[in-house]
């Protein structure tokens, strides 16, 4: 059974930085790209990054690049976001999530090709 398990959120002051961290279990297959999303209240899940399988290939919603690096780590099975200049604007619940395959925009800025999401971590910046 593919857990995903988040961590690193909190509550940061508008220009700080969080490292978000999401480790993967019970992974019998060769996974494929990893993203994260995010959810503010009353809002719809929107994108925030994916990375291939490999590293080479990183996709940024506009509002994160910039800012926001995605990386992983595959021996760990464990993807980050470090998050940088947060603003008021970036708080919501922050989403990973595993597809089984690697993907090419504009699908794998959508919640389409994921398999596997986690239950997501806070993250909150003060104004």
């Known amino acids: 059974q593919v857990q995903l398990v988040e961590s690193g959120g909190g509550l940061v002051q508008a220009g700080g930085s969080l490292r978000l961290s999401c480790a993967a279990s019970?992974?019998?297959?060769?996974?494929?790209?990893m993203g994260w999303f995010r959810q503010a209240p009353g809002k719809e899940r929107e994108f925030v990054a994916a990375i291939s399988w490999s590293g080479s290939n990183r996709y940024y919603a506009n509002t994160a690049k910039g800012r926001f690096t995605i990386s992983r780590d595959n021996a760990k099975n464990t993807v980050y976001l470090q998050m940088n200049s947060l603003r008021p604007e970036d708080t919501a619940v922050y989403y990973c999530a595993l597809a089984r395959s690697d993907g090419l925009p504009p699908t794998i800025k959508t919640t389409q090709p994921y398999d596997y999401w986690g239950q997501g971590t806070q993250v909150t910046v003060s104004s």
């Open positions: 019970g992974i019998t297959f060769r996974s494929g790209a």
